[in-house]
């Protein structure tokens, strides 16, 4: 089925950010042809905020907000939002590229909206036409998730990941998650171990991707600060110089050491804030996802079991619950085996993102440390030169 086709690459919330609007999509899809896909949108998607909504949305190019996310005091991208989606069935021959972009504001009487432009290109024969462009609000990218999560329950639908911000009821709606997900699993009788060490897992891995979230949070915020004291020296030492004839050329250097060791300090927090935060958050919002493709998954399989059970001890029409129960079975081993399939690929994907994203920053580190090190070194050996000459040009 089309609608089953994976897609190959790194995970990305992948839609726009903002919240509820009130508006009835009216059916239409936000992606043309693309309605019943279950890819994976690509990584590079801008978070839009709107001040007026409460809902967002980040991925690996995301500003970086609030404290539910990121730290306000992080840099923020411009106005741009690409998507790009290729599918791997037969990749010579058909090939889907969906771009979200150029996010306009519209205002009414009545309500403040963002629309976003998707254009979807395709090489694909059953198509109309090899390229379709359209307008949508963020209203129908929430219609389009809940038709996804309709017609594939237990697949991993990462194309929204959406939460709301701290504010009053903040607690109570968690409350109410986690109570939610405890009634579906107290509800499941016989669940199969292999889903019992998949939930397991999620529980451990949103613990850890949680704790990393917070702690690079933190360590870029402290890198900013840093970054922010260092900046001042450099000024510092020019105005110094005019006051030290005999130190004028050695507070100058100084000066311009600082100022390199200051690009190269806003180099590394650029990759900290573009190459890891988005990564790590992007995983905890799937963390969140996973938690509630665990349920859909246990609902399916409480249904099947309250009408066996309702058969074992006739609690209800008999002649209607062989059929009914038949039926059930299906739908219970379809969603066990999209959801087997679907968690091992993004396993994979997961270790491998998250993998490349902290080896990446280990180089830059390493980059960085190399540069700032080779940068005072170079200032010290040219003023031991400089006093060797002196004493030198000082000796009888």
Same mark, same amino acid.
């Given at each position: 089925?089309?609608?089953?086709?994976?897609?190959?690459?790194?995970?990305?919330?992948?839609?726009?950010?903002?919240?509820?609007?009130?508006?009835?999509?009216?059916?239409?899809?936000?992606?043309?042809?693309?309605?019943?896909?279950?890819?994976?949108?690509?990584?590079?998607?801008?978070?839009?905020?709107?001040?007026?909504?409460?809902?967002?949305?980040?991925?690996?190019?995301?500003?970086?907000?609030?404290?539910?996310?990121?730290?306000?005091?992080?840099?923020?991208?411009?106005?741009?939002?690409?998507?790009?989606?290729?599918?791997?069935?037969?990749?010579?021959?058909?090939?889907?590229?969906?771009?979200?972009?150029?996010?306009?504001?519209?205002?009414?009487?009545?309500?403040?909206?963002?629309?976003?432009?998707?254009?979807?290109?395709?090489?694909?024969?059953?198509?109309?036409?090899?390229?379709?462009?359209?307008?949508?609000?963020?209203?129908?990218?929430?219609?389009? !998730?809940?038709?996804? %999560? &309709?017609?594939?329950?237990?697949?991993?639908?990462? $194309? #929204?990941? /959406?939460? @709301?911000?701290?504010?009053?009821?903040?607690?109570?709606?968690?409350?109410?998650?986690?109570?939610?997900?405890?009634?579906?699993?107290?509800?499941? !009788?016989?669940?199969? %171990? &292999?889903?019992?060490?998949?939930?397991?897992?999620? $529980? #451990?891995? /949103?613990? @850890?991707?949680?704790?990393?979230?917070?702690?690079?949070?933190?360590?870029?915020?402290?890198?900013?600060?840093?970054?922010?004291?260092?900046?001042?020296?450099?000024?510092?030492?020019?105005?110094?110089?005019?006051?030290?004839?005999?130190?004028?050329?050695?507070? @100058?250097?100084?000066?311009?050491?600082?100022?390199?060791?200051?690009?190269?300090?806003?180099?590394?927090?650029?990759?900290?804030?573009?190459?890891?935060?988005?990564?790590?958050?992007?995983?905890?919002?799937?963390?969140?996802?996973?938690?509630?493709?665990?349920?859909?998954?246990?609902?399916?399989?409480?249904?099947?079991?309250?009408?066996?059970?309702?058969?074992?001890?006739?609690?209800?029409?008999?002649?209607?619950?062989?059929?009914?129960?038949?039926?059930?079975?299906?739908?219970?081993?379809?969603?066990?085996?999209?959801?087997?399939?679907?968690?091992?690929?993004?396993?994979?994907?997961?270790?491998?993102?998250?993998?490349?994203?902290?080896?990446?920053?280990?180089?830059?580190?390493?980059?960085?440390?190399?540069?700032?090190?080779?940068?005072?070194?170079?200032?010290?050996?040219?003023?031991?030169?400089?006093?060797?000459?002196?004493?030198?040009?000082?000796?009888?």
């Amino acid at each position: 089925m089309e609608g089953e086709r994976r897609a190959s690459q790194a995970p990305s919330s992948g839609l726009p950010a903002g919240g509820a609007d009130g508006e009835s999509p009216g059916g239409g899809a936000p992606f043309p042809g693309s309605s019943g896909s279950s890819a994976v949108l690509q990584a590079e998607v801008l978070d839009l905020d709107e001040d007026e909504d409460d809902l967002e949305v980040f991925s690996k190019d995301a500003s970086l907000m609030d404290m539910n996310s990121f730290s306000p005091m992080m840099p923020t991208s411009p106005l741009s939002m690409i998507n790009q989606i290729k599918f791997e069935d037969e990749s010579d021959l058909k090939d889907l590229f969906i771009t979200v972009d150029e996010p306009e504001s519209h205002v009414t009487t009545i309500e403040t909206f963002i629309t976003y432009r998707i254009i979807t290109k395709t090489s694909r024969g059953e198509f109309d036409s090899s390229e379709f462009e359209v307008r949508r609000r963020y209203q129908d990218f929430l219609w389009l !998730k809940g038709k996804l %999560e &309709e017609a594939h329950p237990t697949l991993i639908i990462p $194309e #929204l990941s /959406s939460h @709301k911000k701290q504010g009053p009821g903040l607690l109570s709606r968690m409350g109410q998650t986690v109570r939610a997900v405890a009634s579906s699993m107290r509800g499941v !009788k016989n669940r199969p %171990e &292999e889903f019992m060490e998949m939930n397991n897992f999620i $529980e #451990l891995f /949103s613990q @850890k991707i949680n704790l990393i979230d917070k702690i690079s949070q933190r360590i870029y915020k402290e890198e900013r600060e840093y970054f922010d004291e260092m900046k001042e020296y450099g000024p510092i030492h020019i105005l110094w110089s005019a006051s030290e004839e005999d130190l004028v050329d050695t507070l @100058k250097d100084v000066a311009s050491c600082i100022d390199r060791c200051c690009k190269a300090t806003e180099k590394r927090m650029s990759g900290l804030s573009e190459a890891l935060l988005p990564v790590v958050h992007e995983y905890v919002l799937y963390s969140e996802m996973l938690m509630g493709v665990m349920k859909r998954r246990d609902q399916i399989q409480a249904e099947l079991d309250s009408k066996v059970e309702a058969l074992t001890y006739k609690k209800a029409d008999t002649d209607l619950l062989p059929e009914e129960i038949g039926k059930l079975e299906d739908k219970v081993e379809c969603a066990n085996n999209a959801l087997k399939a679907d968690w091992e690929r993004w396993k994979q994907n997961m270790q491998n993102d998250i993998k490349l994203a902290f080896t990446d920053m280990a180089e830059e580190n390493i980059h960085y440390y190399e540069q700032c090190l080779a940068t005072w070194e170079s200032f010290l050996t040219s003023q031991t030169n400089l006093h060797l000459e002196e004493a030198s040009e000082d000796k009888p």
